[in-house]
Every structure is written in C-alpha cells, then in structure tokens.
C-alpha cells in the first residue's frame, strides 16, 4: 500500500506530529470524504512507500527518522504573493528545506512541483519565466525533476476571480512556457514534465509522464502496484495511492487550491484537530462504522 499524505490537505506543514503520532500508535483512520461515517482504518504496517506532498515540508524534515519505510516528497514552490498565498512561510526558506530533503532522503526521492501556473497582468508569461529559472539555478544538484500544471477552474478558483484576475492561455502562452522551461530545467540538470494535463509540451523537451509512476514505486519497493483509476477519463496512470487527509483544512488558503473547496469552514475544522485523534479532524464517533483497509 502507498499512503499519500496528502493531495487534500498540507499534513507536513500543520499536521506533522499528529502524522508522527499516528505511525507510533501504528494505524490511522480516514473518513470517506462522500460517506462520512464510513471511517478506512490503515495499519502502517501495511504501508510499503509512503508520498508526502507539501508547500511547506520544514515541520517535517527532523521527523523523518521515525519511518521505516521508503518516502517520497513533493514540494510545491511558486511564485505568487500572499494576496494569492496569504499563510506560506518565505519561499527562500522552503528553498533551503528542500535541500535539507535532498541531502536526508536523496535527489531522486524529492520532486519539485512549480504548479498551479495561471497568469494575469501581475504574473505574466515573462514572470514566470523568470521566476522559474531563478528557482531551478537555486535548486541544481539538489533537485532532479519538475513537475508543472496549470490552473483548473475549480469551485474555489472561480470563487476567488476577482483576486486572482487569471487570463486565458494561449497557444503562443503556451510554447513560451514550453521552450524556456525546458530550457531552464536543462540548463540545470532536471527534467521538467506534465501530469494530467491536457495541454502536451513534449514538443518543446518536456516529458509527460506520471507524478508516482509504478516503475517508480516498484523501484522504491520492490513491489508492482495499479494505476489509480480515479482519473481514468483523463488517462492519469499515477500509481494508486490512499489519501488520509482530509478536505477544506489547509490554512495555507492558496485562492487557488482545489481542496479548500469552502474556505468558511477551514477554520473551524482546523479547531477540531486534535494531535492524538485517530482522525486528522474530529474524533471516532459511536456510530462510525470503522473497516480495515487491506493491502
């Protein structure tokens, strides 16, 4: 089993030690985010590799030590200011913990994420651009390969359009981003490639691959696992993972995010964590209906 902490919410950055506290009591529990009463009980001693994927993995790093098994780590990094990203700690240092990451857990197991891409009349083309080379040139040797998307008009996007102001791409916006990227991650010794993206730039030297592909998480396992078929109608081969977070409770407040889908509620989950529940939110209730999730 691979555990994916988290594509709902920033475990590393707001959660790390319940997470830590959860590996020593030896198993964790998720609410199913369509059948709430309905709670997956996973045994760590079940997990072969797990995923982490964070926009600030610092909390985490010094714990670490405690898993046993293999872990593979996404970090976001991108451009934007705190009227897009209001509770991201200075990109600078996120820099540095990245490559702390790379010196503990090896250049190949931390991925940099440049993503979600949108544009406007503040973060242009040209910005990002520039933005992005300035970001590979601080991280040559430490990071290996790049993924990127774009921005997805989701709930909580077109929520925030005023703020976000976000334009159109282009097909010229589109072979811009293509060239210099590629370019840029070259130059610097990484790759740069799409996940579930429409939009192919294999054209311009990117690689279209998956963000956790089963080569990879044989390579890091010994162990063959399925595609996810969540995504099937957009052909997404990423590997399945189980996710144990939990939606609308990432207080990053990126007015972009997908998984704060109604931020009027973000807070009052984020009261309701408790660093020694079995849950990520709330508690175990007496008509929760637990089932152990098998390998």
């Not at 009227?83 to 790379?102: A, H, Q, T």
Request: glycine letters at 4%; aromatic letters at 12%.
């Amino acid at each position: 089993m691979i555990l994916f902490a988290s594509g709902r919410t920033d475990i590393p950055a707001f959660y790390s030690n319940w997470f830590i506290n959860r590996v020593k009591a030896g198993f964790v529990d998720v609410r199913n985010p369509f059948n709430p009463k309905l709670v997956s009980r996973i045994n760590f001693s079940d997990v072969d590799l797990i995923m982490f994927c964070s926009k600030n993995p610092l909390p985490m790093i010094d714990k670490l030590d405690v898993l046993k098994v293999p872990v593979l780590f996404h970090v976001t990094i991108t451009p934007y200011g705190k009227e897009i990203e209001p509770n991201i700690p200075d990109k600078r240092l996120i820099i540095e913990g990245v490559k702390k990451l790379s010196i503990k857990l090896g250049a190949d197991n931390v991925v940099l994420r440049y993503d979600p891409i949108f544009l406007s009349d503040k973060y242009s083309v040209d910005y990002h651009i520039r933005a992005f080379d300035k970001l590979c040139k601080r991280l040559n040797g430490y990071v290996n390969k790049i993924i990127i998307s774009f921005m997805d008009e989701y709930k909580n996007v077109r929520s925030n359009k005023n703020i976000l102001k976000y334009q159109r791409f282009t097909h010229d916006d589109y072979k811009m981003i293509g060239e210099a990227f590629s370019k840029s991650a070259r130059e610097n010794g990484m790759s740069v490639q799409t996940c579930f993206e429409d939009e192919d730039l294999t054209e311009y030297g990117f690689v279209k691959g998956e963000c956790l592909s089963r080569e990879l998480a044989y390579i890091l396992t010994g162990k063959k696992f399925k595609s996810s078929n969540v995504r099937k109608e957009k052909k997404c081969e990423c590997v399945q993972m189980v996710d144990i977070g939990d939606y609308n409770s990432c207080m990053h407040m990126c007015k972009y995010c997908y998984a704060n889908y109604d931020e009027k509620i973000v807070g009052s989950n984020f009261k309701m964590h408790d660093d020694n529940s079995s849950l990520l939110i709330g508690t175990i209730q007496s008509d929760d209906v637990i089932k152990v999730r098998s390998k």
